[in-house]
C-alpha cells in the first residue's frame, strides 16, 4: 500500500471512530434519560401505593364505624381493592427501580466505549502480526 493510501486509510478509520464515539456518547445520554425516567416513575408508584394504604386505612375505619350495612360493606370491599392496589404499586416501583439501575449501567458502559473509540481514533493502529491469523491460509 502506497503512503497516500495509508494516510487515507488512517483518516478514514480515525473518522469512523470518532463518529462511533460520538454515537456511544449519544447512547449514554439517552440511557441516563431513560434512567431518570424510570426513577421518576418509581417515586410516584411509592407515592401512589402510600395513597392506596390511607384509602385503605380510612375505609377501615368507615367499614367499622359507618352507618348502613351497605356503607359498611362498600368500605371493606373498597379497602380489600385499595390494599391489593398498594401492594402492585409497590411491585411496579421495585420493577422501574430496577429498571433505573440497569439503564444508568447501560450508560456507563456506553461512556466507557465512547472513552474507547476515542482513544483508538487518536493512537496510531495497533499493527497485526507478519503471518495471516490461524485459520487463513498463506499466499
Do not use: N
Amino acid at each position: 500500500m502506497t503512503s497516500q493510501r495509508k494516510a487515507e486509510a488512517l483518516d478514514s478509520r480515525t473518522h469512523a471512530l470518532e463518529v462511533r464515539a460520538e454515537a456511544r456518547r449519544l447512547e449514554s445520554l439517552a440511557a441516563r434519560a431513560q434512567a431518570e425516567a424510570y426513577d421518576a416513575l418509581s417515586r410516584a408508584c411509592v407515592r401512589r401505593a402510600q395513597a392506596l394504604k390511607a384509602v385503605f386505612l380510612a375505609d377501615q375505619s368507615v367499614a367499622r364505624l359507618g352507618g348502613s350495612e351497605y356503607e359498611r360493606s362498600w368500605a371493606w370491599h373498597d379497602g380489600q381493592r385499595a390494599e391489593t392496589h398498594a401492594e402492585l404499586m409497590e411491585r411496579e416501583a421495585s420493577l422501574h427501580a430496577t429498571q433505573a439501575r440497569r439503564a444508568e449501567a447501560e450508560a456507563g458502559r456506553a461512556e466507557a466505549e465512547a472513552q474507547v473509540s476515542w482513544q483508538k481514533a487518536h493512537l496510531p493502529p495497533i499493527e497485526g502480526p507478519a503471518t495471516p491469523p490461524p485459520g487463513e491460509e498463506g499466499a
